[in-house]
């Protein structure tokens, strides 16, 4: 069995680290993303969502993450290409952008099911204050 290699580890950090910092200062829809999703974060705290309804949503918005990362990377290398490879990588594209659409859709949904009724009770209470 290979010993643990530490160094090789933190230096893959500090890579992912740099994407993080590059995604958040270049790429505006990523970093509506992550404002949406530190909204959400708040409201799951302040709404006492319970533990498995917080998982759900955190697991959701990882993924709008994930995939709008994985968009920009097909992005990229498409404007490396275009348009004197192929005429579809503007297909590609607009098939990305569809991705993240879809997903951030589906997530809204899944968002408004898990936070709606905690907002509904919240609402109830300070009604009755």
Same mark, same amino acid.
């Given at each position: 069995?290979?010993?643990?290699?530490?160094? !090789?580890?933190?230096?893959?950090? /500090?890579?992912?680290? /740099?994407?993080?910092?590059?995604?958040?200062?270049?790429?505006?829809?990523?970093?509506?993303?992550?404002?949406?999703?530190?909204?959400?974060?708040?409201?799951?705290?302040?709404?006492?969502?319970?533990? %498995?309804?917080?998982?759900? =949503?955190?697991?959701?918005?990882?993924?709008? *993450?994930?995939?709008?990362?994985?968009?920009?990377?097909?992005?990229?290398?498409?404007?490396?290409?275009?348009?004197?490879? &192929?005429?579809?990588?503007?297909? *590609? !594209?607009?098939?990305?952008?569809?991705?993240? *659409?879809?997903?951030?859709?589906?997530?809204?949904? %899944?968002?408004? =099911?898990?936070?709606?009724? &905690?907002?509904?009770?919240?609402?109830?209470?300070?009604?009755? *204050?």
């Amino acid at each position: 069995m290979t010993p643990i290699r530490w160094n !090789k580890f933190f230096g893959s950090l /500090r890579h992912a680290g /740099r994407g993080l910092q590059q995604a958040l200062s270049a790429e505006n829809n990523f970093r509506i993303h992550v404002a949406v999703a530190l909204v959400v974060t708040l409201f799951l705290f302040l709404l006492n969502v319970p533990r %498995v309804e917080s998982a759900i =949503l955190l697991l959701v918005m990882a993924s709008i *993450l994930i995939l709008e990362l994985v968009n920009t990377v097909v992005e990229r290398f498409a404007d490396l290409l275009e348009p004197r490879i &192929h005429p579809y990588v503007g297909i *590609l !594209k607009d098939f990305m952008a569809a991705a993240v *659409l879809i997903a951030s859709l589906a997530a809204i949904g %899944v968002g408004f =099911l898990i936070l709606w009724p &905690h907002i509904v009770e919240w609402w109830t209470l300070v009604g009755q *204050l």
